[in-house]
Structure formats: C-alpha cells, structure tokens
C-alpha cells in the first residue's frame, strides 16, 4: 500500500492545501445527505408500532452519538501518532477535534433524554448508553479543560495526546463496565433500539443522516485545523504567501 | 543514583513526611461520615450501600495523595535529575509509587475493619471488601500518577487532575462495589475479582510509560 | 409521506413538542459550531494579513 498520502498529511503545508479543495466538497455533500435524512425519517419514514413518532428522535440522537465515539477513536489515533511519530498535525487534530467531540455528545446526551421522557415516562434514565455517552462528554471535557489550562503549548499538546490514548485504551473497559453494570441494576425496560431488524424505509434515512453528520463535522474539523495550522505556522513563508496572495 | 538508593531516599522521605498520608487518611474519615450525615445513619440504607461508599472515599482520597506526588521534586529540581540520571524513567516511577502504596493503602486497609462496622458490613463481606481493595487501589494509584504527571507544572492542578482522571476510575469502582454486591447476595464474585486484578495488571504496564513521558514534558 | 396533513406532521401524535425541542436544539448547537469555527478562521486570517502588510510597510 502506498503511504506517501498519509506522510504529506503530516505537513502543515500539504494538508491546508488538501483541505482547502476538500473541505466544501465534504461539507456541500455532508449537508445534503445530512438534511435529506434527516427530512426523510421526520416526515416520510413511516411511525414506530410501539413507539409512535417519538422515534424520529433517532435520526439525529444515533448520528450525533456514533458521531462522538468517532471523534475520540480519532482522538486516541492521532495521540498514539503524536506520541509515536511525532506528528505535527495530530496536536492540531486533536485540537480541533475535541470540542466537535463534546458537541456530539452533548446533542446525543440531550436527545436521548427527551427521547427518554415520552418513552420511558422518565428524563434521564441509567441507561448503559445514555451512562457511557455521559462518561464520553466528561471524557471530552477532560481534555478539553488540560488542553486550556496549560499554557506551554509543547506540554499541552503531549498532555492531550497521553489523555487521548489512555482514553482510548480504557474507552472499551468503560464501555463494557457500565454494560455489565447496568444489566446488574436496570429493572426491566426495553431499550430504545431494541428491534432485531429495522424495516428498510426507517434504516436508509438513519445511514443518509449518519454519514452526513460524518461530512458536516468532517469539514468543520478541517477548517478548525486550518485556523490551527495558520496560529501554529504564521511564521512560515507558505502561510504568509497563501495569506497575501489568496487572503479574504 | 541506583535503583535501589532511589528506592531508599523515597521510604525516607514519606518518613518524614507522615502528614501527606495522615491528610489522606482523615480525608477517606471525612468522605464517609459524610454518607450517614447527608443520606441516612439507618441500617438498611447503610449496608448495602457501604461498599460503594467506601470504594468512592478510597478513590477520592488516592487521588489526592497522589496528585502530590510529583509535587515536592519537581519544585526542588529533583525530578529533573531523575530524567537525566539516566536510569529508566518509568521504573522509578514505579518504585516511587510502590512506596507510596503501601504508606497509604496499609493504614487504610487497618482502618477498613473498624470502618465497617460503623456501616454495618458483616466480617464474610468485610473479607471480600479488603480483597477488592488490594487488587483495585493499585489501578487507582497507576491511573493517577498519569494525571499527577501531567499536571504537575501547574499551580492548581488538583482540580484538573481530578476532571480528567476521575472518569477512568468507573471501572474499578463499578467491578468492586459489583463484587461486594454480588457477596451481599451470596452469589459468586470470583470474575469480577479477576477483572480488577486484569485492570491493574495493565495499567501495571501502560501507566508507568505514560507517566514518563508526562513528566520528560513538564521538565523540559 | 407518513402524515396527511401539515398540522399531523407538527404534532407528530402528541409527541411533537419531544421531536421538535430535539431538533431545534440540535440545529442550534449544529450552527453554532459551523459559525463559531468559520469565524475564527476568518479572523485569523485577518489578523495575519493586517501583521504581514504592517510587516511589509516597515
């Protein structure tokens, strides 16, 4: 396999011009697919036997959630490569990324409890996957809080990304603890997604909404990593050029 | 400097410093009377709950001693020479936290009898209670010393420290407290004895690394 | 579609007011990180221009 792609990654230079092209694009088709799903599973996939049309939560609780366990699995890479390699742009990735991270989280945390009122009677439930998106987003607050607190900006970026991979070494630990955790304490309900199969009208819409909610955040990360690399490199002669020459 | 008068300088320096693992010490009290003042003083909410009490105020207190174990030599400048002294720095790490371990843990664990008898635990549960806490707290101190590493340039890292670490000690509470439970019930508890032991198995060979490289960082 | 009517599709049933407070929340906090990070790099590339010109002129 050819790695070359993945070295001119590592180049500042290369990846603001490489996101310069990719960034619309990811957004432009994230954005559609984003609002097509989501428009579908609001308005035409058809209601949910038990649940009626509070289902329909689903087509941004699942995106946003599956969208905050990426974002620390990419954490957890980029610090395994920052600390490994050394890597100029994983510190700026996993800058960039965090916040989108708590973000995701908290959108999955909130519509998950609104989704939890009309159907377990109740806001907040000990659900294992509502816990452990809550122990995601205290996850992400975490790093995000050492990543403010510390002023050194080398320290701070080797403190994210030792965090980051502890973090991603004890993410599936976590995960099966409050699992195994919650099955030795929930009383007797029956879980959101709990249907073997969904019908094909409700799943496609959920696929079209998560893999647009994967471009929608996929370019507002590359553009978090572009203001990034221009405060890393502003002394260097590319940027300067691509400013004077390409600026607002 | 050797491995083994490194070894020697740290038991004398707890030595002289009781207090730290006195102030943890009273800290664990506090944290537990806090339960029966705040919830309730009755029996029948303090036993099944005293395991996870106990496991909380052991968790909050390990991360307080540890948060300044890095401290004192890092103000001093001893911490960069154990850098540059060119032994391996997560071994000492390892030793480092090795004595504080037993200066925090062995009071504790003397302590544990009486303290659960003041939340009503009977001695069988009082067995497996000590059990967890032998095979858990070294996960603790391992988890933390990367929190404390990390933080250790910062004037009031505690708090910090506390945020980021707090989240990764879920699973050891939730195996012991699940591990008591499951002896309050009479039911088996040897798994989840031996998830604990794994994790503080692997956290035996993770931590110490990561805690070196936090601290080549805060040096430099 | 799934609903005859405009005002079926805003009740949802009568789980309207969950659905709805869902998404309205979402797209807030959506918008909110698209404007927030797009302006700040608009402003840092500003900021680096102004720097560069005013480093240029002297």
């Given at each position: 396999?050819?790695?070359?792609?993945?070295?001119?990654?590592?180049?500042?230079?290369?990846?603001?011009?490489?996101?310069?092209?990719?960034?619309?694009?990811?957004?432009?088709?994230?954005?559609?697919?984003?609002?097509?799903?989501?428009?579908?599973?609001?308005?035409?996939?058809?209601?949910?036997?038990?649940?009626?049309?509070?289902?329909?939560?689903?087509?941004?609780?699942?995106?946003?959630?599956?969208?905050?366990?990426?974002?620390?699995?990419?954490?957890?890479?980029?610090?395994?490569?920052?600390?490994?390699?050394?890597?100029?742009?994983?510190?700026?990735?996993?800058?960039?990324?965090?916040?989108?991270?708590?973000?995701?989280?908290?959108?999955?945390?909130?519509?998950?409890?609104?989704?939890?009122?009309?159907?377990?009677?109740?806001?907040?439930?000990?659900?294992?996957?509502?816990?452990?998106?809550?122990?995601?987003?205290?996850?992400?607050?975490?790093?995000?809080?050492?990543?403010?607190?510390?002023?050194?900006?080398?320290?701070?970026?080797?403190?994210?990304?030792?965090?980051?991979?502890?973090?991603?070494?004890?993410?599936?630990?976590?995960?099966?603890?409050?699992?195994?955790?919650?099955?030795?304490?929930?009383?007797?309900?029956?879980?959101?997604?709990?249907?073997?199969?969904?019908?094909?009208?409700?799943?496609?819409?959920?696929?079209?909404?998560?893999?647009?909610?994967?471009?929608?955040?996929?370019?507002?990360?590359?553009?978090?990593?572009?203001?990034?690399?221009?405060?890393?490199?502003?002394?260097?002669?590319?940027?300067?050029?691509?400013?004077?020459?390409?600026?607002? | 400097?050797?491995?083994?008068?490194?070894?020697?300088?740290?038991?004398?320096?707890?030595?002289?410093?009781?207090?730290?693992?006195?102030?943890?010490?009273?800290?664990?009290?506090?944290?537990?009377?806090?339960?029966?003042?705040?919830?309730?003083?009755?029996?029948?909410?303090?036993?099944?709950?005293?395991?996870?009490?106990?496991?909380?105020?052991?968790?909050?207190?390990?991360?307080?001693?540890?948060?300044?174990?890095?401290?004192?030599?890092?103000?001093?400048?001893?911490?960069?020479?154990?850098?540059?002294?060119?032994?391996?720095?997560?071994?000492?790490?390892?030793?480092?936290?090795?004595?504080?371990?037993?200066?925090?843990?062995?009071?504790?664990?003397?302590?544990?009898?009486?303290?659960?008898?003041?939340?009503?635990?009977?001695?069988?549960?009082?067995?497996?209670?000590?059990?967890?806490?032998?095979?858990?707290?070294?996960?603790?101190?391992?988890?933390?010393?990367?929190?404390?590493?990390?933080?250790?340039?910062?004037?009031?890292?505690?708090?910090?420290?506390?945020?980021?670490?707090?989240?990764?000690?879920?699973?050891?509470?939730?195996f012991s407290?699940g591990a008591?439970?499951a002896?309050?019930?009479?039911?088996?508890y040897?798994g989840q004895l031996?998830i604990l032991?794994?994790?503080?198995?692997?956290?035996?060979?993770?931590?110490?690394?990561?805690?070196?490289?936090?601290?080549?960082?805060?040096?430099? | 579609?799934?609903?005859?009517?405009?005002?079926?599709?805003?009740?949802?049933?009568?789980?309207?007011?969950?659905?709805?407070?869902?998404?309205?929340?979402?797209?807030?906090?959506?918008?909110?990180?698209?404007?927030?990070?797009?302006?700040?790099?608009?402003?840092?590339?500003?900021?680096?221009?102004?720097?560069?010109?005013?480093?240029?002129?002297?």
């Amino acid at each position: 396999m050819n790695w070359i792609w993945f070295h001119k990654l590592g180049s500042p230079k290369w990846f603001f011009q490489w996101a310069n092209k990719w960034s619309k694009f990811a957004f432009v088709i994230g954005l559609v697919m984003l609002v097509v799903g989501i428009a579908w599973g609001l308005g035409f996939a058809p209601a949910d036997y038990q649940q009626g049309n509070s289902f329909r939560i689903i087509y941004i609780h699942v995106p946003s959630a599956i969208l905050a366990q990426s974002c620390y699995l990419g954490l957890g890479v980029a610090g395994l490569v920052s600390l490994v390699w050394r890597m100029k742009m994983a510190p700026v990735f996993i800058k960039a990324v965090a916040p989108l991270g708590a973000v995701m989280a908290v959108i999955a945390l909130i519509s998950g409890a609104i989704w939890g009122k009309p159907t377990w009677g109740a806001w907040w439930v000990w659900d294992a996957r509502l816990t452990s998106v809550l122990i995601l987003f205290l996850l992400y607050m975490g790093v995000i809080a050492i990543q403010n607190s510390l002023d050194d900006m080398q320290l701070a970026d080797k403190a994210v990304a030792v965090i980051s991979v502890v973090g991603l070494i004890n993410l599936p630990i976590i995960k099966y603890s409050v699992e195994w955790w919650n099955t030795l304490h929930q009383p007797a309900t029956f879980t959101i997604t709990a249907k073997p199969a969904m019908p094909m009208e409700m799943w496609l819409p959920l696929l079209l909404s998560t893999l647009g909610m994967y471009g929608f955040i996929a370019a507002i990360a590359m553009w978090r990593m572009q203001t990034e690399v221009l405060v890393r490199e502003h002394r260097s002669n590319w940027v300067k050029k691509e400013i004077l020459d390409n600026g607002i | 400097m050797t491995y083994s008068s490194f070894f020697y300088s740290e038991i004398l320096a707890i030595f002289r410093r009781k207090q730290d693992a006195v102030n943890a010490l009273v800290f664990f009290l506090l944290v537990i009377t806090l339960f029966p003042l705040g919830v309730s003083p009755s029996k029948e909410f303090l036993q099944p709950a005293a395991g996870g009490i106990i496991w909380c105020a052991v968790a909050l207190a390990v991360l307080m001693s540890v948060e300044g174990m890095f401290k004192e030599d890092y103000n001093d400048g001893s911490l960069e020479q154990l850098v540059v002294s060119g032994l391996y720095l997560p071994v000492l790490v390892l030793l480092k936290l090795a004595v504080h371990w037993f200066a925090i843990m062995l009071p504790l664990l003397v302590l544990t009898p009486i303290l659960s008898q003041m939340l009503f635990i009977n001695w069988e549960i009082l067995w497996v209670l000590i059990l967890t806490l032998i095979l858990g707290s070294p996960a603790l101190f391992l988890i933390g010393t990367i929190g404390a590493a990390l933080t250790v340039s910062l004037r009031r890292g505690a708090v910090l420290m506390l945020l980021i670490i707090l989240p990764f000690y879920l699973p050891v509470i939730i195996f012991s407290t699940g591990a008591i439970a499951a002896a309050q019930v009479g039911q088996p508890y040897n798994g989840q004895l031996a998830i604990l032991g794994a994790i503080s198995l692997m956290t035996l060979t993770l931590s110490p690394i990561m805690a070196a490289v936090s601290i080549k960082a805060s040096v430099n | 579609m799934a609903f005859e009517s405009i005002n079926e599709f805003i009740s949802m049933g009568t789980h309207g007011p969950y659905v709805w407070s869902v998404y309205g929340i979402s797209l807030i906090l959506l918008l909110g990180s698209y404007f927030a990070s797009v302006k700040a790099k608009k402003n840092q590339i500003k900021r680096l221009k102004q720097r560069y010109l005013r480093e240029q002129k002297s």
